[in-house]
Every structure is written in C-alpha cells, then in structure tokens.
C-alpha cells in the first residue's frame, strides 16, 4: 500500500477482540474509512487520548481490509491532534 496522510473527523473507537489493538472509524471528506493502531505502535494510550469527535491527523499506509478502505499505522507518533 501507498503511504497517506489525511485529517479526519474520529466517528467512533473500539479495540479489538484479541491483541488489543485499537480500531477508528474516522470521517475523511464525507467518506468513512477506518484506521487500524496495532498494539506496538500505542494501541493503549491512543485508546486514552483519542476521544469521539476529535479531529486527529492521521499518517498511515493505504491498503484494503475485507474490501473497505483502511490506514494501518505504524507508530503513535503517526497520529496528531490539531
């Protein structure tokens, strides 16, 4: 996948079921699209910091998961609050 980086409108958080991962739903230009914060890159303390409705900058790699949009994020610092 192609390195991206969008500013985006946090609709929703949950963790995942297994491996604590962190997964955002986040509004980019009237598209949902999801952003997928593995535990090694600050899963936890994004879970803490990110709130529903922030607008957060987001650095990731594009690629497609069960066929929906999604930014993997490979470390915490990739996400920014404005």
Do not use: M, W
Not at 28 to 47: D, R
Not at 58 to 67: A, D, H, W
């Amino acid at each position: 996948g192609q390195k991206v980086f969008l500013e985006a409108e946090v609709l929703n958080k949950r963790c995942t079921y297994t491996g604590e991962h962190l997964l955002l739903k986040v509004d980019c230009n009237s598209e949902v699209l999801s952003v997928f914060i593995p535990k090694t890159a600050g899963a936890e303390a994004l879970n803490i910091s990110v709130q529903e409705g922030d607008i957060i900058g987001v650095t990731g790699i594009l690629s497609e998961y069960k066929g929906e949009k999604e930014i993997k994020v490979e470390r915490k610092e990739d996400i920014t609050f404005n």
